[in-house]
């Protein structure tokens, strides 16, 4: 899970989805991708500290896109 994550904050990855996480997979990757511009919220665009079904992107706008799409 975090190697994923970690390409995320690093910008070789776009967007990763990870469904069924729980707190400790994703908690201290929130920070590191944060600051390094990226968003990371649940599928349903909550808070992702308490884990669930993550989506984390590099940037806003493909944060939202990626919400766009999962909602159909």
Not at 7 to 13: L, R
Not at 52 to 69: C, K, N, R, S, V
Request: glycine residues 12%; charged residues 15%.
């Amino acid at each position: 899970d975090c190697y994923a994550f970690a390409m995320v904050a690093a910008g070789s990855v776009d967007i990763v989805a990870d469904p069924g996480l729980k707190p400790y997979d994703i908690v201290a990757l929130i920070p590191i991708i944060e600051n390094a511009g990226g968003v990371v919220t649940t599928f349903e665009g909550g808070p992702a500290e308490r884990g669930g079904d993550i989506l984390a992107a590099a940037t806003p706008e493909l944060h939202a896109a990626a919400m766009a799409a999962l909602r159909g």
